[in-house]
Structures are given as C-alpha cells and as structure tokens.
C-alpha cells in the first residue's frame, strides 16, 4: 500500500493567517492527490482535486501544489469557517489511502 | 443534484455480520464507481473498497477476505457486507463517489454516515 504521512497533525493558527499542511506518499503518485475538509459530525468535503484542481465553489484561498511525493495545502488569510480537520487521500492505487489528518485549531 | 442516503444495522454483537446500503438520488447510475469508506478514531479514514455500475469491485487488501459489495442497477442502489466484524470495526460508515462519471478515485459525494458499534 501506499504509506501517507501528513504533517502537522495540528495546528493553531489565527483568522487572516495563512498556513501550509504537507502531505508527503511513501511512493511517487504522480498527481494523484486529493484533499478534504472536516467538520465534526459530517462527512469530508472535497476541496482540491489531482494535487492543484480547485473543486467548484470552494474559496480561492485555497490551493494546491506539489507532484511525485511531496504535496502541499495552502490556506491564505485564514477565516474563521476554515478551522477544521483537513485530510490528503491518494488515489494513484489501485488501493486508495488517506492521511491521518490536521486539525487546524484557532490560536 | 446528487444526494446519497444510506441506511444499515448500527449495533452489531462480535462475528456477526454488518450490511449497509446506499441509494443514489438524482443523478446518472452508469459510468461510475461507488466506495465505501470508514472513519474511526483510532484508524482515521479507511478506504474499504469500490465497486462499478457493472460490478467490477475492488477491495482494501486488509480486509478483502470479510468484504463484498453488490450493486442493484434497477433501484440505483449498492450494499456492503463485512462479515466477522470485531470491536475494531466500530466506525462511522460512509458511501462515496465521484462528481462525474467517467472519473475516480476523489469523492464529491458522500453520504451522511452511519455508526456502526461492534460490542457484546
């Protein structure tokens, strides 16, 4: 399988901020990343599609990057709906995986 | 606009067997593959497995030997079952699927979850 190791697993951070999660593949998996929103008691929420693709709808603060296995999230000027817990999934597969997650928290 | 809603036993006793089902409203039944995905606090989310609008299945290698899925094509419906389940398989129980047919492996769609606890 393919191992995801997602760092940090939390974060606290202040409204207007920008942070960075990092989601990194034990194996290259070319641009077959993915990540998710959080919020407690509902299912993820898909935010950004093949590592850079914004999904329809979602803020512009958000971003994607990276390729092979180093990927990255950004969130600029942080708002206070954006706290939650964000997820990288992997989907190069055939055996798809998540990362553990980053609670990002308001300092 | 696509809606999914699932529904299945919540408590279940060790070795017994867990079924879930989840129906598709609103949308195009062909051209995708649906998933099934749990999320528990000590595993995170897990992918279990997949399967086509023709029953082709793909399954997590952890737990291939206790899974099969099954799609209903007239009710635009498709099942999970996971036998022997164990106090480790206590999760919330989510399907999932793409926003376009023809394109896999990120989830648009998902359902509302279903907590499955596995207890004596």
């Known amino acids: 399988d393919i191992q995801m190791t997602q760092s940090p697993s939390s974060l606290s951070a202040s409204v207007g901020d920008s942070v960075t999660i990092i989601c990194q593949t034990s194996q290259s998996i070319s641009s077959y990343l993915h990540w998710y929103q959080q919020k407690p008691g509902t299912a993820p929420k898909l935010l950004i599609y093949a590592t850079s693709t914004l999904q329809s709808g979602v803020p512009s603060r958000f971003s994607g990057s990276g390729s092979g296995t180093y990927f990255t999230l950004t969130i600029s000027s942080l708002q206070p709906e954006d706290f939650a817990t964000y997820y990288c999934q992997q989907s190069y597969g055939p055996f798809y995986t998540f990362g553990r997650g980053t609670r990002l928290e308001i300092k | 606009q696509v809606h999914l809603q699932q529904w299945g036993a919540g408590r279940l006793k060790p070795s017994e067997t867990l079924s879930l089902t989840c129906a598709v409203y609103?949308?195009?039944?062909?051209?995708?593959?649906w998933s099934w995905i749990r999320q528990s606090p000590g595993k995170g989310l897990e992918w279990i497995g997949e399967i086509s609008h023709g029953g082709t299945t793909i399954y997590n290698p952890s737990l291939r030997s206790r899974v099969t899925m099954s799609v209903d094509t007239s009710k635009n419906q498709f099942s999970l079952r996971l036998t022997s389940v164990t106090a480790a398989d206590t999760a919330v129980y989510y399907c999932a699927m793409p926003r376009l047919a023809y394109t896999n492996g990120w989830f648009y769609y998902w359902g509302p979850g279903t907590l499955v606890s596995v207890s004596s």
């Open positions: 609103g949308g195009s039944f062909s051209g995708y593959q």
